[in-house]
Each structure stands twice: as structure tokens, then as C-alpha cells.
């Protein structure tokens, strides 16, 4: 059994649903987002080059700042532009 935590401080635990995944990501267009942490944008590149070289389609988001959530237009925009999403954490 696999405990999460979610750090968004809800008194309740919220029941959720993993989102279905891809059997491939050829032909995919692939989010990647960049929280604006150092060095996120060194993991981003290499994995651009690797999903790239696996026949995706990535394209680049970036957030303002890592201590907030995306603002509501970039993840409308995220939505309406791929097909799935990768976020980089990094330090």
C-alpha cells in the first residue's frame, strides 16, 4: 500500500484519481514546465533532447515564480496546447 501526502493543508483527505497515462508519448505534445527553480531548466533541456529523440512534441512553459501556483491563463494555456505534462523540480 502507497501513502501520499498532500501538502495543500486540507483537514479532509481528498480522494483522487490518478489521470490515465499514454502508452507512448510518440507523436504527443508534451508540456514541459519550468517552476522557475534553479537549475529546472538544465533537467528540462536533456529532456526535451530524450523526448524529442522518442518522436514527441514538447513545448516550454515557464511560471512566474516557484512559490506560487501557475497563474489561471499558463495552465489554461498548458490545457489547451498538450497532451500531457511534465513539471521540473529542481535545486
Not at 490518478?18 to 536533456?46: E, N, Q, T, W
Amino acid at each position: 500500500m502507497t501513502i501520499l501526502l498532500d501538502p495543500t493543508s486540507e483537514r479532509a483527505v481528498a480522494s483522487r484519481p490518478r489521470a490515465a497515462r499514454p502508452a507512448s508519448l510518440s507523436g504527443k505534445r508534451v508540456g514541459l514546465l519550468d517552476i522557475s527553480k534553479p537549475r529546472g531548466d538544465v533537467f528540462l533541456d536533456r529532456l526535451e533532447e530524450r523526448l524529442r529523440a522518442a518522436g514527441a512534441l514538447p513545448s516550454r512553459f515557464v511560471k512566474p515564480t516557484y512559490s506560487k501556483p501557475a497563474p489561471t491563463g499558463l495552465r489554461q494555456q498548458i490545457a489547451g496546447e498538450c497532451d500531457v505534462l511534465i513539471e521540473a523540480l529542481a535545486d
